[in-house]
């Protein structure tokens, strides 16, 4: 008989152990997935596109609930949601699953809350072409199984009032605001907001036709047309009956932006941000300007003022729209060299997926962004980092952007790709966590505090010039931490703002248009959420390096970061202080 040797019965012990770990973690998830099941239901019966969009199967052909009553039955469904996790909760004695379950019930709460104040507060007003664009666009997609097409057809003839509801989309969304005509005391939507709409529409009923001219479905031309009208036709009503009840001031009331801040995952009083962020901003401008003289050494500029020396890199290293797309492969290619090399973080095997916007989606999010797939029962599907199209003129130049050049690509692929936002979402496909920590405790702080983070770990690894556009990128970030509660408190005015964009932070004018309507209109508090979720990430770094001091390791770090899903702030540094750290720690 051999005896096996001391090495090899440890191995064995150490393999038995991973396994009944492994057996446990699974076994905890899939319990936290049956209590998310009910808050997912809710959200299906509302709005099945957003649930199809998380991956929730079977609502392909379900479109957005506008019906009558629909506040007070979206109030009685969430009313006895809450109830029953708050039954589980009691009953629960797994702390992990205790923790969704608070998470969950935290997300519950939340919604109703921003439901009443909006409603106690503002007439309701729907952008019904973004609704129906983005409804398509969500099943007719490269990343979408072929079979799936067909939905967008049925979910077309749905919305025009084909099958099911007794009326289309459009004249429900009028029933929901006409009902609330007399109610006294709501304020109209933001008369800049109603504008851009009404502008941006035609390139969304448009590229709906795009969309669905670009695949091989039948029997869509009929639909289209009708839908297309109706689109149409509500834009008129919205001139009609909504341009004259429009405020001129874009503020929100008090309640409701405090309400927004808190959604976006910031937990500050606006006061307090502004200080912070007030503060952070000169910091970060006094290391530009002393980075630029080094930038223009290098490039032969005979400035050396952050600003100039900007705006030479942009005019010298302008990109061509037919050559953005190799040229951020390059960059990523180079960062991932660089992400190796210095182990910040594990990369997935899989290359990164990179594409350039169509003209409708560029109408509605002008900005480079990631594009995420369904985060449940996917099938392969990856995040993409999705580059704004140019426009090309007439005698064959491009029309430039601040995202355009070639020093400012490194910075945007690091957040968007990798290691930011294409790794976060990746990870959350790929690791299995729970769907609460997926979807339900998704938040902006948590999201892109890790975009801003993923661009410092990165930065001192670039060359010179992209290097001080990391710190441009920054500073802009601290600038709409102050901004946006500034602006919304009544401190500042928008060409103020928009002043220290253009001179201070040398963005373009474009983009500065872009910022403003972001933190007055388009999605007021949220802007705010970049430099709070970063200064949070910064600190418990901060805190795990000097509990750790020579047992820290930044890859180990971060991958532990990333496999924890989307989770608050708060609830992620104690999973740092209560497993990373005790982890890591060497005997």
Same mark, same amino acid.
């Given at each position: ?29 899939? !319990? ?27 609502? $392909? ?34 702390? !992990? ?12 709460? $939340? ?106 479905? $039948? ?26 009840? %429009? ?31 007030? !503060? ?56 991932? %060299? ?79 790709? *990798? ?39 990165? *930065? ?33 005015? @928008? ?32 802007? @705010? ?21 020579? $047992? ?36």
């Amino acid at each position: 008989m051999i005896l096996p040797n001391r090495a090899a019965v440890a191995a064995t012990a150490l393999l038995l152990v991973a396994t009944t770990v492994a057996a446990e973690e699974r076994n905890w998830v899939e !319990k936290s997935n049956e209590h998310a099941q009910i808050v997912l239901g809710v959200l299906a019966e509302f709005n099945p596109e957003s649930a199809a969009r998380f991956g929730v199967e079977g609502l $392909d052909e379900g479109i957005i609930d506008y019906r009558p009553g629909l506040y007070e039955r979206n109030s009685s469904a969430s009313e006895a949601v809450l109830a029953e996790l708050r039954e589980r909760l009691a009953a629960e004695g797994h702390p !992990k699953v205790r923790q969704d379950l608070e998470i969950l019930i935290q997300s519950v709460e $939340d919604s109703r809350t921003s439901a009443r104040l909006t409603r106690e507060h503002l007439l309701p007003y729907y952008n019904v072409s973004q609704t129906v664009f983005q409804g398509v666009r969500a099943l007719v997609d490269p990343q979408v199984p072929r079979e799936r097409y067909p939905a967008a057809i049925v979910r077309m003839q749905k919305y025009a009032g084909l099958q099911g509801a007794e009326k289309p989309l459009t004249e429900l969304a009028k029933d929901r605001t006409r009902e609330r005509f007399d109610v006294a005391g709501l304020a109209g939507p933001y008369r800049g907001e109603v504008i851009q709409n009404l502008q941006r529409s035609e390139s969304m009923i448009s590229g709906l036709e795009e969309l669905l001219a670009g695949t091989d479905l $039948d029997g869509w031309q009929e639909t289209y047309e009708l839908l297309a009208g109706q689109l149409r036709g509500y834009n008129d009503w919205v001139r009609a009956e909504i341009l004259p009840r %429009a405020r001129d001031d874009y503020r929100l009331p008090p309640a409701l932006y405090q309400d927004a801040l808190r959604n976006w995952g910031v937990d500050a009083d606006p006061l307090d941000l502004i200080e912070q962020a007030s !503060k952070g901003y000169m910091d970060i401008r006094n290391e530009m300007e002393a980075l630029a003289p080094l930038v223009a050494r290098e490039k032969g500029y005979e400035t050396s003022d952050y600003r100039e020396v900007i705006a030479l890199l942009k005019s010298d290293g302008a990109l061509d729209g037919d050559k953005l797309l190799d040229h951020y492969y390059s960059v990523l290619r180079e960062i991932e %060299a660089i992400i190796e090399r210095e182990e910040l973080v594990t990369l997935p095997e899989r290359e990164a997926g990179i594409r350039i916007a169509t003209e409708a989606e560029t109408a509605v999010q002008p900005a480079p962004t990631i594009d995420i797939p369904r985060l449940l029962g996917n099938t392969g599907e990856y995040p993409n980092f999705v580059i704004p199209k140019l426009t090309q003129n007439d005698d064959g130049s491009w029309q430039q952007t601040d995202g355009t050049y070639e020093a400012g690509s490194w910075t945007l692929t690091a957040h968007e790709a *990798r290691p930011g936002h294409e790794m976060q979402f990746s990870s959350i496909i790929e690791s299995g966590v729970s769907i609460t920590r997926a979807l339900f405790a998704f938040n902006s702080a948590n999201v892109e505090g890790w975009g801003l983070y993923a661009e410092a770990i990165v *930065r001192p690894y670039l060359p010179l010039e992209a290097q001080l556009i990391s710190l441009q990128y920054r500073l802009i970030r601290a600038g709409r931490m102050f901004l946006d509660p500034m602006l919304n408190l009544g401190m500042i005015t @928008t060409e103020e703002a928009r002043r220290l964009m253009i001179e201070d932070m040398a963005v373009g004018e474009s983009w500065a248009n872009h910022e403003i309507e972001r933190y007055t209109y388009r999605i007021p508090g949220q802007a @705010t959420a970049y430099y709070y979720g970063y200064t949070k990430l910064q600190a418990l770094r901060a805190q795990t390096e000097l509990r750790l001091r020579d $047992d820290f390791d930044q890859r180990a770090f971060h991958d532990f970061l990333l496999a924890q899903g989307m989770l608050p702030p708060d609830i992620l540094k104690e999973a740092v202080m209560n497993e990373f750290v005790p982890s890591q720690r060497k005997l």
